[in-house]
């Protein structure tokens, strides 16, 4: 059935700038379409909103995935080839415990109330850590128990509203990486996990079809994923995770009041 197309850019903008600023995608992809009574746009319309994520990430990050790839034929390139190491080693647990709870993830973990208790939660606990750590690391000075410790943070984003950014985000300030360096390796980390889920649900998306809604939904979401990439990154270089943390909370407060107004 198809999903009329207004709706499915608002969603695929809606995926596009969630999924990479620190305020929870399924937490917004739950939240809109339950404000506005939607009808449920379907596996396959949400299988290409987080390929179009994926888009955005490979377009802003190919040079440095690039130069991690050629790193394996260089031996004297040991930095690249040891960050491509690291993201290894923080996708796993992430990628582990993501295929345990999948069915949870996708029933238990949606209702509303929750959803806005994670955001909140994730919320103060992303502005108390941005707040007191000091910036004193890079990316280049990530150890191998550093990207695990971020690795394992990414698996509490199986609950909606966590957010797998603000999850590792949070966990990467906690380990004193600079801000702008702690999104980096997030998002760098996010490829491989977006890319195998992509190509695991890819049969899906291909047996449904891939009418208009699907095009829209793809486009949308890597042109606004590209967006909110760029502006975060920017964001961070000066000023603090603050505005992100706060507004997990007025949107969770927002969640709730309307949660029980409805009954």
Do not use: C
Not at 136 to 151: H, N, S
Request: charged share 15%; net charge positive; aromatic share 10%.
């Amino acid at each position: 059935m198809m999903f009329p197309k207004i709706e499915a850019m608002v969603l695929g903008a809606v995926q596009g700038l969630t999924e990479f600023l620190p305020v929870s995608s399924s937490a917004h992809l739950i939240i809109v379409p339950w404000l506005f009574n939607w009808t449920d746009p379907g596996l396959a319309f949400d299988v290409a909103l987080h390929l179009g994520t994926l888009l955005a990430l490979l377009v802003y990050y190919r040079r440095e995935w690039i130069a991690m790839g050629m790193s394996l034929f260089r031996k004297d390139d040991r930095d690249n080839r040891r960050l491509l190491m690291l993201l290894v080693a923080a996708s796993i647990p992430g990628a582990i415990i993501g295929l345990a709870f999948e069915k949870q993830a996708e029933t238990v973990f949606r209702s509303p109330l929750l959803v806005a208790i994670a955001l909140a939660s994730l919320g103060v606990v992303l502005w108390v850590s941005d707040r007191v750590a000091p910036q004193k690391r890079t990316i280049r000075e990530i150890t191998f128990l550093d990207a695990i410790l971020i690795g394992l943070s990414q698996a509490f984003a199986i609950v909606p509203g966590v957010s797998r950014s603000g999850a590792t985000i949070t966990m990467a300030r906690i380990l004193r990486l600079e801000r702008q360096d702690a999104a980096n390796f997030s998002f760098l980390m996010a490829t491989p996990i977006i890319a195998g889920a992509g190509l695991k649900e890819a049969p899906h998306l291909i047996h449904m079809g891939l009418t208009s809604d699907v095009y829209i939904g793809f486009a949308v979401a890597a042109a606004f994923g590209l967006l909110a990439i760029v502006a975060l990154i920017r964001f961070v270089r000066a000023r603090t995770y603050a505005p992100f943390a706060w507004y997990r909370v007025v949107l969770a407060a927002f969640v709730i009041a309307i949660f029980y107004a409805r009954g």
